[in-house]
């Protein structure tokens, strides 16, 4: 253990090689990071500005803020900020629960309804807005920084001589690859940056002031406040359709019930002949009523019945009566 503390103390710059080493083992793992964190942009960038559904749901957001704002200066507007997206939530109805984005899913629902569902056309947007393009911005001049105290630190070391002889071999390998691997990356973060300002003029936004973490971050709160009052109509519709089956299905049963006492009691009004009744007395006096009509009106036919059972002797159905 000390002859190697003492073989170590021999190297010179022994700190800033460790350092340097140090980049090099992470540095696979840290521009990988870095790829992958650009072509997500990239990839945002390109789903918003080619979604058909999106689109649907922007146009139909500028038909009900003119809609809402008729009769004022602002009821004829071509287009919207991106910080509107934000307020469908804070409109409200009389009672309080219903907002414009409840009314905007239904809209949707009702005229449009794959639109609903245009988040699918949207695969990136929620992995992207976890990514900061400034951090990657900053993550960039970490390893370009990293490669230049590398490179001076391999030109260091060659003036060494053999005591920095395989520190040289290895760093020179690295740097040939790791220069290439940077050349690409700082390709992509150029397109990715260009990509983020096109699409805040798509929305017809400034770059300057709205950047593109800010406009995402609008977007997936647009996003999050959708899918909730998406999924809250539902529940109520089903809900609705629920009791209106229960309901049907009530109404039903209680028809059924009705016809098949009918059926199995035919409405025969009896009626006891009263003792001056010579031709037959004792005899029940029946009144015949149409099965047909008794089903066209059940009601009736029943409250005949109770009638009838009631009736004096000298009622109609009476034996006596003229």
């Known amino acids: 253990c000390e002859r190697f503390f003492l073989e170590v103390l021999q190297v010179p710059r022994m700190a800033q090689k460790l350092e340097v080493l140090k980049f090099k083992l992470q540095f696979t793992m840290s521009s990988k990071e870095l790829k992958d964190g650009l072509e997500l942009v990239v990839n945002c960038v390109e789903e918003l500005q080619t979604s058909e559904r999106f689109k649907q749901v922007m146009q139909t957001i500028l038909v009900l803020g003119n809609a809402v704002n008729q009769g004022t200066n ?9 910080g509107s997206l934000t307020k469908l939530m804070d409109t409200r109805a009389r009672n309080n629960k219903t907002t414009l984005m409840h009314y905007l899913c239904k809209l949707l ?15 990136s947007l929620e992995q992207t807005s976890k990514v900061a393009l400034s951090q990657l911005a900053e993550e960039m001049n970490v390893l370009h920084k990293g490669l230049e105290q590398a490179s001076v630190e391999l030109t260091q070391a060659e003036a060494e001589g053999e005591k920095s002889i395989l520190f040289c071999k290895a760093m ?21 940056n260009r990509r983020a300002d096109a699409l805040a003029r798509f929305f017809g936004e400034q770059p300057a002031k ?9 977007l997936m709160e647009f996003v999050l ?10 529940r109520v519709r089903e809900v609705e359709e629920r009791k209106q089956l229960m309901e049907s299905e009530r109404k039903r049963v209680v028809d059924e019930r009705l ?3 009918v059926r199995k009691a035919p409405i025969t009004c009896y009626e006891e002949v009263h003792e001056t009744n010579a031709e037959a007395p004792g005899v029940p006096l029946p009144i015949a009523q149409s099965m047909e009509s008794a089903e066209k009106n059940v009601e009736t036919a029943l409250e005949r019945r109770r009638l009838v059972f009631a009736s004096p002797p000298d009622s109609p159905c009476s034996p006596n009566a003229d």
């Open 74 to 82: 602002r009821g004829m507007a071509v287009g919207f900020s991106m």
């Open 109 to 123: 629902y009702e005229k449009m309804p794959d639109a609903l569902q245009f988040e699918s056309e949207l695969p």
């Open 172 to 192: 020179k390998a690295f740097l040939d690859e790791a220069e290439a691997a940077a050349r690409a990356l700082a390709m992509t973060y150029a397109e990715a």
């Open 210 to 218: 709205v950047p593109f973490d800010m406009m995402l971050g609008m």
């Open 225 to 234: 406040a959708f899918r909730r009052c998406r999924d809250e109509n539902a």
């Open 259 to 261: 016809r098949s006492t």
